[in-house]
């Protein structure tokens, strides 16, 4: 079975020293850069298409700056630029809604710069002893570190695509499996020890250590919920009832004049369509709902008498209760067959569409379609340490970030675990996220 774009073939990952590894997963995310962005404009990958993302451009280019001040510099490569020259690209120096504005590299200049540091990076990497063992290089992390940085920003230039309206961006999408219609039923996940976290050599700071939790038995969605579920919570008037809403959320929905998810428009009274980079179609029921913030997540799950799982209640039901599992369907490899990963599709799969990647216990889509909200804020582990700099986690923790589980279809194999935490402000909603609900057993 062949893997998702955006990784390296998994069936090279597994065995081979973490060297091998790190230059399969470095490429594959350059490849997925390259492509993701060949056809765009000029005009288009340098203007500002949204106060909340950065220029296209921007990403580029900062992503080899990153590359060059941990794979290079960080390990005593030579230095490509002035250090002043990271402050341009520098997240948290300048808000993106400022960034057009910074004297960026054009696209020729950036993607030449880039390909100056991988290279640089190729040659020291040949040089680099496997059994390093300082914490930047035991197995392979800070290349794992930054392989997943730029995987991560291949998924926000995916949102910034999906936010451009000034040019039409269509990208060819890979056909998804389209099973029959699938039973939308609860599964209960017994109570008792589990293990959060983990301690593997490309895990990041925050998924550190792997820490005992004790949970109460609960019921979880086998499925995420779908575009049909949520259009009957818009239909039947969820989002006119301050009853379902967090008081914050209903006063974002309020001054925002939110009605229904993003990118959502109603065509006639039973009819909707979304718009998808570019195209507008109409509203597949049978997708997991993506676009929506947490407010909308927790104000839905209300409205059905649910709730949104803890991020300890999410990670228990991936693992099946093995502590060691990194993916829901066990330790092998991610291939196509487990889910919706790499950015090929474009889109949430169906419900239903991956029954491989299904968990021991019967939970389906967790890992792959759309990122899902959980209940639980942003907060290190007991014993946390920041590894190897605050400004990846630390910064974010507190109840204002709300933490999100799973992956979507944007994000690449490389940066999806069972263990993988991503969090947002509960207002987001360009990001590609969903959720499933949960309840307490009684």
């Not at 040659?123 to 794992?144: H, I, N, Q, W």
């Not at 550190?208 to 949970?215: E, K, N, Y």
């Not at 369907?329 to 599709?345: R, S, T, V």
């Not at 491989?356 to 389906?364: F, Q």
């Amino acid at each position: 079975m062949p893997s998702q774009v955006g990784s390296a073939d998994p069936s090279r990952v597994s065995p081979q020293p973490w060297k091998a590894r790190a230059w399969l997963e470095l490429e594959a995310a350059r490849r997925r850069t390259q492509h993701m962005l060949s056809g765009v404009p000029e005009a288009e990958l340098v203007r500002q298409h949204s106060p909340l993302m950065s220029p296209l451009v921007w990403d580029v280019a900062h992503v080899a700056n990153y590359e060059e001040q941990w794979l290079l510099r960080a390990l005593g490569g030579p230095a490509l630029t002035d250090p002043a020259f990271d402050a341009v690209y520098d997240a948290f120096r300048h808000p993106r809604r400022t960034r057009s504005a910074l004297p960026l590299l054009s696209p020729e200049a950036a993607f030449a710069y880039a390909a100056r540091v991988r290279e640089a990076v190729r040659e020291l990497l040949e040089r680099l002893p496997e059994d390093a063992s300082e914490p930047l290089l035991a197995g392979g992390f800070v290349f794992g570190m930054v392989a997943q940085h730029e995987q991560q920003h291949a998924e926000t230039l995916a949102a910034t695509l999906q936010l451009m309206t000034s040019w039409e961006y269509r990208p060819a999408a890979r056909a998804l499996p389209r099973p029959g219609a699938v039973p939308l039923h609860e599964v209960l996940i017994p109570g008792g020890p589990s293990l959060q976290g983990s301690d593997a050599a490309w895990a990041y700071d925050n998924e550190r250590p792997a820490h005992p939790v004790d949970l109460a038995p609960f019921f979880l969605d086998a499925h995420p919920t779908t575009n049909g579920d949520y259009l009957v919570f818009v239909e039947s008037g969820g989002y006119e009832d301050p009853r379902w809403w967090h008081p914050e959320g209903w006063a974002f929905l309020q001054a925002e004049g939110i009605r229904h998810p993003l990118f959502w428009a109603r065509l006639g009274p039973r009819d909707w369509a979304r718009r998808r980079f570019g195209s507008v179609e109409p509203l597949p029921r049978d997708e997991p709902v993506q676009h929506v913030c947490w407010y909308e997540a927790d104000a839905y799950a209300r409205w059905a008498g649910k709730r949104l799982p803890t991020e300890a209640e999410w990670e228990r039901a991936a693992t099946g209760g093995a502590p060691s599992r990194a993916f829901p369907w066990g330790d092998a490899p991610i291939i196509a067959a487990h889910a919706n990963l790499g950015g090929e599709a474009w889109a949430p799969a169906p419900v239903g569409a991956f029954p491989e990647g299904r968990s021991s216990e019967g939970i389906w889509g967790l890992l792959g379609d759309v990122w899902e909200w959980t209940a639980s804020g942003f907060g290190g582990y007991p014993g946390f340490r920041a590894h190897p700099y605050r400004e990846y986690s630390e910064v974010f923790f507190g109840p204002g970030h709300k933490v999100l589980r799973g992956g979507s279809w944007a994000s690449a194999p490389v940066a999806v675990r069972n263990s993988f935490r991503n969090w947002d402000l509960p207002i987001r909603r360009h990001i590609f996220a969903g959720f499933r609900c949960a309840r307490d057993a009684r």
